[in-house]
Every structure is written in C-alpha cells, then in structure tokens.
C-alpha cells in the first residue's frame, strides 16, 4: 500500500486514541512520552494513555504510514538519543483534518438541536 | 531525605516493567520494548515527583489494566498474522478440549495478572517500623485532701478511665508538646511537602493516624505503638508521647494537692479567728466569776459554763495542731519526687523490622483472589467456548457443510 493510494475518507471513523495521537503530532514531531504527555493536557487528563495502548497505536499508525518515524532530533544535545521521534505524513495529515472535520459536523447537527451552546457560526467554521 | 529508598523503589518499579514485557509478542516487544520502557521510566519519575509511593501505585493502577488490554491486542494481532498455522493447531483440539483450553488459559493469564499485581503493590507500599511503650496507669484518686498518693486510699472502679486515658492521649494537651519537642512540624514538611513546614493542626491529625493505643486485658497496662518509615523515629516519638502523657498527670496530681493545701490553709486560718475569739470569751467568764489562774476545778455550780467552755477550746485547740501537721506533712510530699499515677514499665526501642506491609499475608491473599477470579473467569469463558462450539456444530449438521 502506497501513501498516494489511500482515501483519507476510508479510515474515518478513527478510534480516540488514534485521533488523538494524530492531534498531538499535527503540533510537530514528538516522542512517546511527549505525545503522552499531549494527549493528556488537551484532554484536561481524561485519556492517560498507558505505554501498551501508545505503541500499540504507533505501530499501526506506522502500518497505515499516517505517520512516519523521524531522524532528526529537535535539539540532540539535550535530548535522549535512545528516543524515537514521530510526524505525521501527509497523508496523516489529510486524515486528521478530514476526522475534525467530521467531528465538526456532528457539533454542528448536536448545536442545530439545541443539545450543545455556542452559536452555529462557530460550529460551521470547522477545523 | 532517603534518596536510596527513591532510587531502590523507581529501578524495582521499572524492572517489574520490562520483565512484563513478555506478555507481548516477541516482534511487537523487539521493535516497541524498549520505547515503551523508557516512557515507563518517564511515568515512574513524574509519578513520584508528584506523590512518591502513592503516586508509582496510582500509575500501576493505569499502567496494568494498559498492559493486559494492549498485550492480548497485540497477541491476537500476532495470531492472525500467523492465522493458517493457528487454524491448523486450532483443528487439532476444537471442538472438545477447546472450552479446556479456554478455562487453562484464562485461569492462567488471570491469575498470573492478580498475583503480579498484589505483589508489585505489595513491594511499592512504603515499609514502616512500630515501636511500643507500655505504661501502667492508676486513675487519680480524689480525697479530702485533694489528691493524695494512690495507695493511701482504696481503688475506685472507673469502667470508662482506659477510655478516658486514650482520649488524653490524643488529645492536643499531649501531643502538641511532642510535636514542638521533636520538631515534626519542621520534619515531615521536608519529608512529605516538599520542605514547607506543616501546620501544627496537620501535623496532628498525620501523627494521630500514625498512633495506635492498646490495652492489656484485665489490667491498667497500656500500650502505646507508633508507626513511621523511620524506626528510630517511631520510637523517639513513642517515647516522648509517653513522657508527655506522664508530665500532664504529674502536672494533674500537683494541681490537685495544691488546692487541697490551699483548703486546708484557709480551714486553718479561720479556725485560728475563731480560736481566738473563743480565748477572749473565755478570759471574759474567768473574769466574771473570779476563777484563779491556778484553779483546775470547778468551785461552784455557777461558773460550770467557764469550764465547759474551757474544755470546747482545748479540744479546738488539738484539732487546730492537728490540722498544721497535716498542712506540713503535705508540703513535704509535694516536694519528694514521685512516680506519681503513671508507671513507664518499658520503654519503646526502635524496630528491627518492617511491620507494614505485610508482605506474606498481602501475597497470599493476592493468590486466593486471584485463584477465586481466575476460576470464575475461566469457567465464564469455558461454558461460552462450548456453548459457541455446540452452535457451530449444529449450524454445520444444518447446512451439511
């Protein structure tokens, strides 16, 4: 399977762990723990993801090539060798947009039926 | 601060870590192994900054249930990868040893988790030591004289005095002079947050859960035992509570025999007004009826109230003597050192063992649990494997496939 072949559309829905890995990784390349660490503060601690489930997702994101593991490092003298990084590919990319698009519709239909606040405009400008 | 323990708890975390590792498949554990560790060491770092040993238990928590989920995922994973040889194995027992098969290996996965789990929180539990002061208390006998020794009056029987012991004990009186004598306030800042000293009312409230109290039975034995990471410390704190509690029931005792001095002092002086006056009566009736300072006995019939009042003021008199040594015979007491109502029959030493966790008694109950949910869940999963394989025996003698 080459990267030009897959429909981003095929792969929704994602699981939360898989989006939220994504999510971290749009914000630039990290380590594990880092995407840990990221997946918690912007869930406000509601998923703590253990190292099973982490590199559980990783080798699978890594089989689909949504994501790629990099060689560079930010800044090596100060960080671990030993540390794998990862980022998103574009392919990746195309899917996680396209996952918080879909997100953003279905907060649009939950606002249109009064089940959320907010205005609608805000709902419609999507990710 | 005890930076070995620190260290000696994080490696022993993150070794139990990597050896279960083996739940997962080989490849899955060659590529992703050593990754998962190292974020592992990353969690056991932050997780004891935040709360030391609470913290790495609140992180086994999360991480073990993680660690089952994503190791069965990755084995079935594994399987199908290797599905042709698996179907071949598979054929070879279903269908009637599979629900066996099943029970074996759900009672064994079950039971290795819950027997890993209690013993990894077992050993992550902070070990403490206990030491024991026994103290014999008498309850404080009261008199007229306000509180004289024990043993000059009889013992009344307080069925609510060990009750009543044990609430001084704990109470503030007691325990806010030890926390100021050993300087807890100070200490267990640096030690549990962070080096801010505690608030004495904090302070209290840990060192009361720290404190157990004991009676010996149909005795007035007591037992005071402390627990702390630090077994020197358990017994200097045992002790000093027990030097404490022994301070306040003197302090008690001196109090009370105070006041009885005191009473008997203002007894004293207003009989001596009263004697007096009773003198100056009785010099008025000598007067009046013209009686001798030589005569003994009465002369006539009329001066009999002179003598019956001389007699009433001679026993005043004697009373009165009496009265002053007492009231000297008590100072005397007050000043001669006492053990006064509590008895120290031992010290406490420091302890040469852990006491918690019970490291045995944790294991086994692990084992018996573990053995219980094990069964339960290999049953479960044994009868829906038969269940599932009669169903598909009979959709197969349907369809004749």
């Known amino acids: ?127 | 601060m005890s930076l070995p323990i620190d260290n000696k708890t994080l490696l022993r975390s993150q070794k139990t870590y990597k050896w279960l590792l083996v739940a997962y498949p080989k490849s899955h554990r060659e590529e992703y192994g050593p990754a998962m560790s190292q974020v592992f060491r990353d969690q056991c770092r932050d997780a004891w900054r935040e709360a030391r040993h609470w913290g790495l238990i609140r992180l086994w928590l999360r991480v073990l249930p993680d660690l089952i989920q994503s190791s069965i995922v990755e084995r079935f994973s594994a399987l199908n990868e290797r599905k042709s040889m698996f179907d071949k194995m598979a054929a070879l027992f279903r269908p009637r040893l599979a629900p066996l098969f099943t029970f074996l290996a759900v009672f064994v996965t079950v039971l290795v988790l819950v027997l890993t789990a209690s013993v990894v929180i077992t050993f992550l539990l902070p070990e403490s030591y206990a030491s024991t002061a026994r103290l014999k208390v008498e309850p404080e006998q009261e008199n007229l004289f306000g509180g004289a020794s024990p043993s000059e009056t009889a013992p009344t029987y307080d069925p609510y005095f060990i009750q009543t012991t044990f609430e001084i004990i704990q109470d503030p009186i007691v325990l806010s002079k030890v926390i100021n004598q050993l300087n807890l306030n100070g200490d267990w800042g640096k030690r549990y947050n962070g080096g801010v000293p505690l608030d004495t009312a904090t302070t209290m409230k840990m060192l009361k859960q720290r404190l157990s109290l004991d009676t010996i039975r149909n005795t007035r034995l007591i037992e005071i035992t402390v627990y702390s990471e630090d077994k020197n410390e358990a017994a200097q704190i045992a002790n000093a509570i027990v030097q404490s509690y022994r301070d306040y029931r003197v302090q008690v005792h001196n109090e009370a025999t105070a006041r009885g001095i005191q009473m008997l002092q203002n007894q004293y002086q207003q009989d001596e007004t009263s004697i007096r006056q009773a003198q100056a009566d009785l010099e008025s009736l000598r007067q009046q009826f013209k009686i001798g300072s030589g005569m003994t006995d009465p002369q006539s019939p009329q001066a009999q109230p002179y003598w019956d009042k001389k007699r009433e003021l001679e026993q005043r008199l004697e009373f009165h003597k009496l009265l002053a040594t007492k009231i000297e015979a008590e100072k005397i007491d007050v000043q001669i050192p006492t053990l006064g109502p509590v008895e120290v029959v031992r010290l406490a030493q420091p302890g040469n063992w852990p006491v918690r966790p019970n490291k045995p008694l944790n294991i086994t109950l692990g084992a018996i649990v573990g053995i219980f949910l094990a069964s339960v869940a290999g049953a479960i999963s044994a009868l829906i494997a038969f269940l599932v394989g009669e169903r598909n025996r009979n959709t197969t003698a349907a369809t004749g496939r």
């Open chain 1, 1 to 127: 399977m080459t990267t030009n072949q897959i429909d981003p559309e095929k792969l929704l829905p994602l699981t939360p762990a898989v989006f939220h890995v994504l999510l971290a990784l749009a914000g630039g390349e990290r380590h594990g723990y880092a995407i840990m660490q990221e997946v918690a503060e912007s869930t406000e601690c509601r998923i703590k993801m253990g190292p099973g489930t982490l590199y559980g997702t990783i080798k699978r994101l890594l089989e689909v090539r949504l994501i790629e593991e990099s060689d560079e490092r930010p800044d090596p003298g100060l960080d671990d060798e030993r540390r794998r990084y990862y980022r998103l590919t574009g392919v990746g990319e195309q899917v996680v947009k396209a996952e918080a698009r879909r997100y953003a519709g279905i907060v649009k239909l939950a606002r249109g039926k009064r089940l959320l606040g907010g205005s609608l405009q805000a709902a419609s400008t999507g990710v």
